[in-house]
Structure formats: C-alpha cells, structure tokens
C-alpha cells in the first residue's frame, strides 16, 4: 500500500488557495437573498501562547458548513481577524520595553500560520486587526455617535487598585484579591471613567432575545444579567434619636413589598452618599473605619454567601413607613452601591443575608410570611380554610393575639430564615392574604399614601467604558475649560496613539496617556483655545462590538460599511464561539447595533441570527486524593495506574482544562506534522457533538488516519465506468443523505461515521465505480478538505481546478429504501433470535418464520403458546407459559 503522503498535499493546496484566492467573496448579485449566507467565527486574541487543539474546534466546524454551502450553490462570507488590543501585550510591554504593536504583529503573524496550516477557507483579503487605526477610525466614530445620542458620560467609579503598581486592574487581572503580577493585596478606588448607558436600552435588549435562534442557556444567562424585576420604590424617613421625622429619606427598591411589616432594620452601601449626611458623631470614626475595610474588598468577595456578616451602626434611625416604628441603619458591605438604590430594607425572617445579618448583631426578626402548609396546619390541613381563620381572627386584636400564642410554629420565627412565600401574616389589614394578592395590595396601599410606588429595576449597570491604559484605542474627546467635553471632529479621526518608549502606569490613576504632554496639550476644536485630550483609552470590549460589521467593507476609508453590503450580507446567518462569551461580549455587540439600527446605519435589530457554542476540548489532568492537580510531566504510567514521579503517591486521571501549569497543552503544530491537519480537523469533529466538551486523547487520532490512510489507498485503485446498482448504490445513496442531513445540521461526528461505513465497503472493491467516487470525494472534501482536492485530481487526470465549488452529490430517496429487515424474535418480551424477511412481509409468514427460528424454539419447548404479537417491519413476540 501506498504511503498517504499528507505533507505534501496539504503544502500543495494551502499553497494553491492561497495564490488563486479561492475562498474570496463578493458581494455578487445574481445570487438571491436565500442563497447567501454570513458564517463567523469570534475571532481570536493573539496572545504569545499561539493556538492550541481546543481553538480550531469552532473553526474546523464552520469551515465544514461553510465547504458544504458553497457546493450547494451559496455565496458565502467567511472571515477572520483579530481582536488584537489587549493587556497582556501591554504587560509584556512595561516588563521588556518592547512595543505592544511589535508583540501583538509577531503574534498574529504566528496565529495566521497556525489558522492557514489547518486548511480553513476564510477571505483572508478581509481580515481586520481592532489595533489598526484604518479599523479604530470607525470604533471612535461610532463612540462618537454613542456621545452625540446622550449614551456616554463621565463618572466616579471605584475600580480596583494596586498599590505596588500604582496603576488600576481589570477584574481579569484580580486573582483570589492580589494583583496578578506582583502579588499586592488590591484596593478599590474611585476615578474618573467614561460609562456607556446600556440601561437605556435594557428593555429592547431583553425583548430582542425571544427572535433569535440561540442557545436556551444563553438566552437565559442574558435575561439573568439584564434582570428585570417589578416590584416598588418606597420611602423611609430617617428619624432622629427620639424618633422625629427629618428632611432625609432613604429610598429602597423591592420586590417584595408584601414584607414591609418585617423590616426590623436598613443597610446601605458604604458608599452610600447619605452615609456622611446620617451618621452620628459618636458612630463617625468606627464608620469610616469600616468604609476604608470595605473599598479594599472586590464585589465579588463582597457578596460572598459564604463569608460571615460585617457591618457598623451609623447611630442613625428610620421610620418604616407602614407601621412608624423606629428601625437603625446600619452599612454592610454585603450591599453594592451598584445595585437599586444602593439601600435595602432588611426583612431577616424571609432573606437569607438579611438573616445572617441579624443574628450577627442581635437584630429583631418579624416574621411576616407563613408557608402553606404552615397555614394548613391550622385547617386540618386545609391552606384556605386555615387562612380564613387567621382573617377572621385579624378583626380583633385580642383574638389574634391568643391564636398567635396558641400557635407559634406559625407566626414566630423559628431557628432559621422560613419560606417566603405562602401567606401574610402578623401584617395588620394584609394579614391572611396570599403572597401573590398582598404584593399588588400593598404596593397600591403605599401609592395612595405617596410612601412609594410602582417601580422596575434592572441588575443590569450602565457599562465602565474606559481604562487607565495605553494599548487601547484612544477615546475622541476634547476637555476645555471654556467649551466643556467637545468631540474630535471626525474628519480628524482616526486620532491616533502617540508613538511611546514607556509604558509605565502614571502612579495617579490615570493612563500612561497622561504622561505625554505633547500629545494630551491640544487646540479646542470649538473656540480654539487651549485644551487637553481625553487619556482614558477604550476597553478591548470596544474592538469586538462591531467587527462583524467591518468584514462587510474593510477597505472602505469613508465608511466602516457601505448600505448595499450591510443589506447583501445582514445579518449573521451562523455565529460560532465559546460559551464564556454568552454575556458580555454579545449583550455589548447587540447594545452597539441596537443604536446603529436606530441611528438607521445597518439594516436589523439584531446583529447575530443563530448562535452555537462549541463545547470545550479539555485534556487529561491527574489528581492527587486532596483535590490538588499535579503537573502531566510529574507523573508515570504503571500497568494502568498513574502514579507522582517523586512521592510514588497514586493519583487519579480526571478531566481538566488545558493550561500551561498543568503542562498538558496540546500543541496543533506537533500534532499536524504527525498526523496531518486533515486528521486533526476530523478528529475533533469525530469525537463526539459539536456543543458538548470532550477530552483530547492523541491516540484517538490514529484511527482517523487510518480512515484517510484508507481512502487514499483506495484511490489508487483503477477507476471504471460502471453504473452503480444494487447494495452498493444503496450504500451510496444512503451515504449521501445521511453525510447530507447530518452536515446541514452541525452533526459532523455522525457523518464522519457513515463514510467510514461506506468506505470500508468499498475499500474492498477491486475496481471503483468512477460516479460512486466521485460522491464519496465531493462529501470528504469539506471535512478533509487537502486530502479532496487531491483525491479529485486525481480523478480528472491531475487537473488544477478546485473541488470547492463543485456540485454535492444528491440521491434518490427510492434508492435509500431498505429491501429488507432485520426483524426481532422475543419470547415473553425477551430477545431469543433474529432473521432477515422483506420489507411488509406478511404477519402470518412473520409468524411460522418467528416459530421456526432456533433460538426461539429452545425457550418455547414443552410451553402453551398463549398469542403472539407482530411489529411489523420490526418484532415479533411469543408470550407463553
């Protein structure tokens, strides 16, 4: 046999793409709009890592479809670029002096390699790079028109802070509270930050996610972020020490107005603006105590479940508005300023943190909801009648009073915080009512009194928009004294980065920008006057909002995308990319396009049609009996146990992500000169559902090459012109329609079976049927698309034409038809044997065939046969005794 020269052929056609441009696109018309498909991948961060196996997973799968679409007649748009703004190589820049515009080149240049060493057929005449000014010129232009519409503003907010580094951090850059490159516990500070105020747009957001073809979970996850609420705004008055009413008020949102009689005490953030205003003065030096304790914690330690309660006493009081009883007012930080109003009535009895709270400082618990079945207990296990009998005692004080002291498992709190839904209770003219009736009751009750109203919330915050870096692009805005914040007019933009041979951080907060006087000192576009640039830079978030949009038109220098190719190619038909993705990055590209739609720029709502995540490819890790993982190079292999190379301690193979501590990174580059890249892409598509994560295993891929190994030995075979009938052309047609129906729909695993069926089959035909192969090329080109071409060469006498846009191959539904069936013999519902009878054989012949069949018989000797039930085309099943 022929050895399968795979280096040579995927050298010979990556080379011929290449040079004849085989997968350019254009924005051709004679093809209608259902012909014409948008296919995306999220495009890459070049980090210094390059790729490894996991990253052309996506990749290889929309590289398949997009294969498969062009050889059923679409036009295709395939791009790829990258998302080349970014911290790591601005780090890389303060630690080595080297530009982050020279790091960020030689890691695409590296990134380009590896992606075109697969075989993928993207336009590369389109790929953009968010770091180029011909490519940030429109991200500042449409900053701009964000501005222009009043959805930009500026704003203290705190971000996290090191220390040691004198410079502001990304969340990414937070690991466990210490700064991830020197080890500094971090703080929190406020600076000044652009915000984008994606709230405006909170309700189409959430109303856009029901059009679209995504993932429940993600969908889900959207919703959870965007996370509207109806509840009510209510008003607490903040007393003095005897109770009197001031001019303060402290406003709570909640959802939950049914349990306003349970609020036994308030917490605020500590960053609350009214916490100077209320605090006393015996409480002021432990309040700012606890405030300073508070900044240097992250949200996220913050509101830690887990963590016990923290807080202090402001000496300040409120007056619950439904009852006037006297409630203290304490901070904690388990409450964000980010949040409703930065306030929360604390209801202890029905909150789990509320609960917590209360105990840790001894505060009153009043419960006010009782469960159903608590209220049952009272109705002979009836929840009607048991509230009826708490309604009719509610007339009269002394009646209640005695039910509540006959029965404290229902109204008294118990050792822990109850259900919080079921019943009001102990919450005067709303007591017996059902939580569903209470909260509109009460929220009524409170309108007419004007102490609330009726509100909607969203979790969702306006978006921090800015960073304190260089390697960003630079924000358009101009800041004079007498003009106020004035836009860089854009026939100005791109503005561009100054060129810079430092890039350590200012020391103040601000961005190395800062630093450089002869770039910050400017002419007010206005009134010409003295002025200085804005230093803040765009977060990479930025780049990605809208690059979907520029693959369109990326040579276009008056546009980011003409009309008429926004309108041929709009929107995404298939989007492609991992899970991790599901919130932010697509809620801020569908914030983006949601204002472009209505500034009338592009031509849908909604950027993104249908959306898929590829599960992840992980890797075998080993784990000692501690949970702690042990790097794969410190480990040895002993008649199939595993065992650490120096304490001999057996560990236990489990499944973990890939990562270079770990040291069980699989590089594609090592793997494609062993095995191909035609292996590597079927490989990964073979190992199991597009959406579902599996473990690499490089022995896994040995099969996979056999599989080609085969296929290019039976191309060696002589090639006749012979029509294709009986069994074979079955398989055939049966191979057509299933690589066919499985391909469409993403089910690559299970295509890639069916040919290695039809292929050993005719692996052991001597001569092959030049229209059977033919078929069998075409479906293999878009999986293993080097291994096609060549094998389709080799058909029509070494021609240099593509297979790329030839005809997949149709079959006949009659020809896929079975002649026979299998059909299954039971005897009391248990299999006993098999036979093989033509399609709708007739039952009184399924029958005698069942009886006649041996495996059968030895179960049915010396018993009655009482009936026997046919399926037809499928069973038959003798019931005796």
Known sequence: MAKYPFTEIEAKWQKYWEENKTFKVSEDKSFPKEKRQYVLDMFPYPSGNGLHVGHPEGYT????????????????????????????????????????????????????????????????????????????????????????KGLAYESKKPINWCPSCQTGLSNEEVKDGHCERCGTKVTRRSIRQWVLKITDYADKLLDGIDSLDWPDSVKAMQRNWIGKSTGAEVDFIIADKDGNPTNNKLTVYTTRADTLFGATYMVMAPEHELV?????????????????????????????????????????????????????????????????????????????????FAKAFDLPIIKVVASKEEVASLGDGNAKKGASIIFEAAKDPEKYKKLVSEHPEVFDIAEQCTAADGYTINSEQFTALPTRKTIPAMIEWISERKIGKKAVNYKLRDWIFSRQRYWGEPIPLIHCDKCGCVPVPEDQLPLELPKVTSYQPTGTGESPLAGIDEWVNCTCPVCGGAAKRETNTMPQWAGSCWYYLRYLDPKNSNKFASKENIEYWMPVDLYVGGAEHAVLHLLYARFWHEVLFDLGIVNTKEPFQRLVNQGLITSFAYQRKN???????????????????????????????????????????????????????????????????????????????????KAWNTSEKPIIEKEVTGELRKLLHKTIKKVTED????????????????????????????????????????????????????????????????????????????????????VNGKIRGKFQAEVNTDKILLEKTALENEGAKKFLDNKEIIKIIVVPNKLVNIVAK
């Not at 071409?789 to 058909?795: G, V």
């Open 276 to 356: 100077p205003t209320i605090t006393t003065t015996n409480q002021k030096k432990a309040v700012e105590e606890y405030i300073k304790k508070a900044a240097a914690k992250s949200d996220l330690e913050r509101t830690d479940l887990a963590k016990d309660k923290t807080g202090v006493f402001t000496g300040a009081y409120a007056l619950n508005p439904v009852n006037g009883k006297k409630i203290p007012i304490w901070l904690s930080d388990y409450v964000l300023i980010s949040y409703g109003t930065g306030a929360i009535m604390a209801v202890p009895a029905h909150d789990e943190r509320d609960w917590d």
């Open 627 to 709: 949970k702690v993982l042990v790097p794969v190079d410190s480990v040895i292999e002993k008649d199939g146990h595993y065992y650490d190379k120096e304490t001999k301690e057996e560990l236990q193979q489990v499944i973990a992500k890939m990562s270079k501590s770990l040291k069980n990174v699989v590089n594609p580059d090592d793997v494609i000169k062993e095995y191909g890249a035609d292996s590597v892409r079927l490989y990964e598509m073979f190992m199991g559902p597009l959406e579902v994560s599996k473990p690499w295993n490089t022995n896994g891929i040995i099969g996979i090459y056999r599989f080609l190994e």
């Open 61 to 148: 799968a929309t590289d398949i479809y997009c294969r498969y679409l062009r050889m059923n007649g679409y036009n295709v748009l395939h791009p790829m670029g990258f998302d080349s703004f970014g911290l790591p190589a601005e780090n890389y820049a303060i630690k080595t002096g080297t530009h982050p515009a020279v790091t960020t080149e030689k890691n695409i240049e590296n990134f380009t390699r590896q992606i075109k060493s697969l075989g993928f057929s993207y336009d590369w005449d389109r790929c953009i790079r968010t770091s180029d000014a011909s490519y940030y010129h429109w991200t500042q232009w449409i900053f701009l028109q964000l501005y222009k």
């Open 743 to 826: 391909t469409s729909k993403l089910g690559f695993n299970t295509a890639i079976s069916q040919m290695m069926v039809f292929l050993n089959e005719v692996s052991k035909l001597d001569k092959i049927p030049r229209s059977l192969w033919q078929s069998f090329v075409k479906m293999l080109s878009v999986y293993a698309p080097h291994l096609g071409e060549e094998l389709w060469a080799k058909l029509n006498d070494n021609s240099s034409s593509t297979i790329a846009y030839e005809s997949w191959p149709k079959y006949n539904e009659e020809f896929c038809k079975d002649t026979e069936m299998t059909i299954v013999v039971q």
